[in-house]
């Protein structure tokens, strides 16, 4: 479709999905050598039972150290346990796997393990399976795409150049004790390690990874009911061995995949889907009326922008970004598409996060006639191609991104592409992309450094800008080695300005999660990740 010249702001299918992950009100626990709590109890099996099902999209893999997008991750999560978790009630980093550790310099890190935890074949998690699952990770031969995740654990770039097979900071000198020494201090280690990178894997997994994805084995609460019926359905039921704190209430769960958010929302209304979370902004007017008893707004840290390809030519100057940011009416939007269910953003990191400042943003102000005249001297591209991946409500909005750049900017004609969002990453993955993209980030930890490092930092996966400072990720890294939490906020806000300045995205707004369920269901919970805590979720009905 081509943009037309004038504004159009009518409603549109909605819900959403972003590369992956959260906040926290109170932010990351960085308290050095002060473990978290849990880990010590042994769950007890859930009283709920029963049946419940649950939205999602088509993950591009199920794969833990190549997934990177929320669809894989909600997934993920259920089927694995990690080392730590985070506790979103305290914003506390506790843990699973790990029952504590500790750190003299936030570089050298002993975690002590349980000894109770087993993969879903009743295969032991040990120490010893950390070091497997993560060196293999790293191992350019095994093709994982989330490997720059382990880039701080000593002898990481050896493993990644294919010059060594294990990490040398990592050791297991016994089943329950896990020894890692990064190549540099890093505060926020133990929230990075909830991370689904992180995750452990059987030893079968590496016999065929691709094979072994159809149905993960796991360690997590919830193990594969069958295999991965692909854009239909993934059931999974609890694991009655898993031995944490908080084991699933429900005695199955199973995954809907859609590929359009409205049909999800009518499977809703017809009883055929218990649980939608993110329903399409047209819906966002009407929902309380359509359903007063069984619907929900969550504050979370889902942050969308719109990207540009900076490997191509006509998006260098960065005043020609700051013009393109500058003449979008962000409020306008956000009232006539979304019910006002959205928040301007005024720079990258999130309002859930204590470091969030509603000032950060110079060029995020609606000013039409500054945008004309800094795209006219910056000399602008005419014709532009918006990228979004379809099927997830961002039809509309994006289209009235482009009228409002050809209402207020020397443009002449913009084009759209879109595809379903597995499809989607994999332009990305390639550099096919050739205008400015629509993509999200949810915290898959509440830290500013997960907010920025893993998108604009040099060389990270997911910074699909390719955008490079060398001043933006030296202050991310002194920020990272930073122990004191008030410096190391105010290090991580001054890599934020450099970043607004160069701005490789136009920070477009933060998420007000709604989510809608059947009368099948009770306690949905959405945590500032928008995830729906399915182990909590209760089946109120046979």
């Excluded at 199973?254 to 999800?264: E, L, P, Q």
């Excluded at 504050?299 to 490997?311: A, C, D, E, H, V």
């Excluded at 991946?389 to 209402?407: D, K």
């Excluded at 450094?449 to 991310?476: K, W």
């Amino acid at each position: 479709m081509t943009a037309a010249a004038t504004l159009v702001l009518t409603a549109c299918n909605g819900g959403g999905d972003e590369v992956d992950v959260d906040p926290d009100p109170d932010g990351p626990d960085q308290t050095l050598g002060e473990p978290g709590e849990g880990g010590e109890e042994t769950g007890e099996p859930g009283a709920s039972g029963g049946e419940f099902t649950i939205y999602n999209c088509e993950p591009q893999n199920l794969q833990t150290g190549s997934s990177s997008e929320v669809c894989g991750s909600k997934v993920l999560e259920q089927l694995y346990s990690g080392l730590t978790s985070i506790d979103y009630d305290s914003g506390e980093v506790v843990g699973v796997v790990a029952s504590d550790w500790e750190t003299e310099d936030a570089q050298n890190w002993t975690f002590t393990l349980r000894d109770d935890f087993t993969f879903h074949n009743g295969d032991p998690v040990t120490a010893q399976t950390f070091v497997d699952t993560w060196n293999w990770i790293v191992n350019p031969d095994n093709g994982q795409t989330q490997e720059a995740f382990f880039d701080k654990i000593e002898g990481y770039q050896e493993v990644a150049d294919g010059e060594a097979t294990e990490m040398s900071g990592l050791s297991a000198p016994d089943d329950t004790t896990l020894e890692i020494t990064l190549s540099e201090p890093f505060s926020p280690f133990p929230a990075q390690l909830s991370y689904t990178a992180f995750y452990p894997l059987p030893e079968v997994a590496f016999e065929d990874i691709a094979a072994f994805q159809e149905a993960p084995i796991g360690n997590g609460r919830y193990q594969m009911d069958g295999e991965w019926v692909h854009n239909v359905e993934i059931a999974m039921t609890r694991y009655e061995d898993w031995p944490g704190d908080e084991p699933g209430l429900a005695d199955r769960v199973v995954w809907k995949i859609y590929s359009d958010v409205n049909t999800a929302y009518l499977d809703v209304q017809a009883g055929s889907l218990d649980i939608l979370d993110g329903i399409p902004p047209e819906r966002l007017a009407t929902v309380d009326q359509e359903f007063p008893d069984q619907y929900q707004e969550d504050q979370t840290s889902s942050f969308t922008y719109l990207g540009f390809p900076l490997y191509q030519e006509e998006f260098q100057d960065p005043d020609i970004r700051h013009a393109l940011s500058m003449a979008i009416d962000r409020q306008t939007i956000i009232d006539t598409i979304f019910n006002g269910a959205r928040e301007p953003a005024t720079g990258v990191i999130p309002p859930v996060l204590p470091e969030y400042r509603g000032d950060a943003c110079n060029y995020c102000d609606f000013d039409a006639e500054t945008a004309r005249q800094m795209y006219e001297d910056a000399g602008g591209p005419s014709e532009l191609t918006i990228y979004f991946n379809s099927g997830a409500g961002h039809e509309e909005w994006t289209e009235a991104v482009a009228n409002m750049w050809q209402q207020n900017l020397p443009i002449d004609s913009i084009s759209f592409e879109s595809l379903e969002f597995a499809q989607y990453l994999d332009l990305h993955d390639e550099e096919v992309i050739t205008g400015p993209y629509r993509l999200g980030w949810v915290l898959s930890y509440p830290s500013p450094q997960y907010a920025m490092e893993p998108l604009y930092s040099t060389g990270a996966d997911s910074n699909y800008a390719r955008y490079s400072n060398e001043e933006f990720d030296n202050l991310i890294d002194q920020a990272n080695a930073e122990a004191d939490e008030d410096a190391a906020a105010e290090l991580y806000q001054q890599a934020e300005d450099i970043l607004l300045e160069d701005m490789p995205v136009i920070p477009m707004w933060y998420e007000t999660r709604t989510t809608v369920h059947s009368t099948n269901v009770d306690n949905i919970v959405v945590d500032p990740r928008t995830f729906v805590r399915v182990e909590q979720v209760e089946v109120t009905s046979g």
